[in-house]
């Protein structure tokens, strides 16, 4: 077996891992920095499955690590984008509010985005109409600082500059034990030992399987939300001309179904939100038995279950029943048909959920001497990419 011994070891391809190996090296340009990636590629699970959206941080509540990271991370992802060639478009983001209850939930965001020195526009409902002839609601409100990207071609373009800066990137490099002692970490694949400094866990989907096979003590497990998508018709291209967003439910985790103008041109309506039955199977009805059985006997599976039964029959439905999922769209896009709608690849959403039911909202990072795992980097963590490495590489300066 092949031994490699490094200053930094990174477990994850994905676009946290790759902007948190940019990160040391920048802060460290002579480190030996290796990432360890399991798939044949970087970027094949949640970097490559979002709607490529730059997030604003509208959503995110103040002094929350999400919103400091997305506001930074737009400015940062779009300063990389334009370094590197790589297309960025601010098209804008819209809220639409289809009700009296939604024009006060707006309002409460409209504040927020005030606190977050968000640059926000009010519309009236024929200011709506005008801007977005499509869209039907009572008020909206415009937040021009939301943009879209291809996030794949820009962990590509990450994966590049640390190869450039002498990192190696190892593919199909499945971690199968990790040893940590006071002079660093022993990390093993199938056909290569890694002696570490310091390890770097930003494992997505299998975080907390990283977590435990590292020996750290967690009471958060990952449970895979799907997020199932339509692709509009392509006589439908043009539909918006910015991503159109219902007002979210503060009491609920997700955003609801939307309409996202991507960077190819294309347009995607969703996603949907309903209980994964794989951590990373794409297809519809993809089942790994691993994966229920082990959050089935997860308590904190079935407390969250308890308190949003009417929220999953909703989002179970959507998922069986197109004329349903449709519905959701049409009460702010009521031009939308179904025939318009076509198949499209889902995400999968990586939500960690604690053992007393909290799902935990914020991104959650948890160090030890030797290592720092990333237990939590759902949306907005490709937005917030950078700034969430730079933050790592900080901590581990300290702690060194």
């Excluded at 997700?254 to 996202?260: A, D, E, K, P, V």
């Excluded at 999922?325 to 049409?330: G, I, P, V």
Aim: one cysteine or more.
């Amino acid at each position: 077996m092949k031994t490699l011994d490094v200053d930094f070891c990174i477990i994850g391809g994905g676009i946290v891992g790759l902007a948190t190996a940019k990160a040391l090296l920048d802060e460290h340009p002579d480190a030996r920095v290796v990432v360890l990636e399991k798939e044949d590629a970087v970027a094949r699970h949640q970097t490559g499955h979002n709607s490529g959206v730059i997030h604003s941080g509208i959503y995110y509540a103040p002094g929350s690590l999400k919103a400091k990271f997305s506001i930074e991370g737009g400015a940062a992802t779009t300063e990389f984008c334009r370094e590197h060639g790589i297309e960025v478009e601010f098209c804008g983001k819209l809220l639409v509010a289809t009700n009296s209850v939604e024009v006060e939930r707006m309002n409460a965001l409209e504040e927020r985005a005030g606190l977050h020195g968000l640059r926000s526009e009010r519309l009236s409902r024929s200011e709506l109409r005008r801007r977005e002839p499509n869209v039907n609601g009572s008020e909206a409100l415009f937040i021009p600082s939301t943009g879209i990207v291809d996030y794949t071609q820009v962990s590509l373009a990450i994966a590049r500059v640390i190869e450039a800066a002498g990192a190696s990137i190892h593919l199909g490099a499945r971690v199968t034990s990790i040893a940590e002692d006071s002079d660093g970490v022993t990390i093993e694949t199938p056909e290569l030992r890694v002696r570490a400094g310091h390890l770097v866990a930003c494992a997505g989907l299998q975080a907390d399987r990283i977590a435990r096979l590292a020996g750290v003590q967690t009471d958060v497990q990952i449970i895979p939300f799907r997020g199932e998508y339509f692709l509009l018709a392509p006589e439908r291209r043009g539909f918006v001309n910015s991503l159109i967003y219902p007002i979210p439910d503060p009491e609920l985790p997700f955003l609801g179904i939307h309409i996202s103008p991507t960077i190819s041109g294309e347009i995607t309506v969703g996603p949907s939100a309903v209980l994964g039955l794989a951590r990373e199977g794409y297809p519809k009805f993809s089942l790994n038995p691993r994966d229920v059985l082990e959050y089935a006997l997860f308590p904190g599976l079935w407390r969250v279950a308890g308190s949003n039964v009417v929220t999953a029959v909703r989002e179970m439905r959507n998922s069986l029943f197109k004329s349903s999922y449709l519905r959701e769209a049409q009460k702010y896009a009521p031009a939308l048909r179904a025939r318009e709608l076509l198949p499209y690849e889902a995400g999968i959403r990586a939500q960690a959920v604690a053992r007393d039911g909290t799902l935990i909202h914020d991104f959650m990072i948890e160090q030890t001497a030797r290592m720092t795992h990333v237990l939590n980097a759902p949306s907005p963590a490709a937005t917030a990419a950078f700034p969430i490495g730079r933050h790592i590489a900080r901590q581990i300066g300290v702690s060194d």
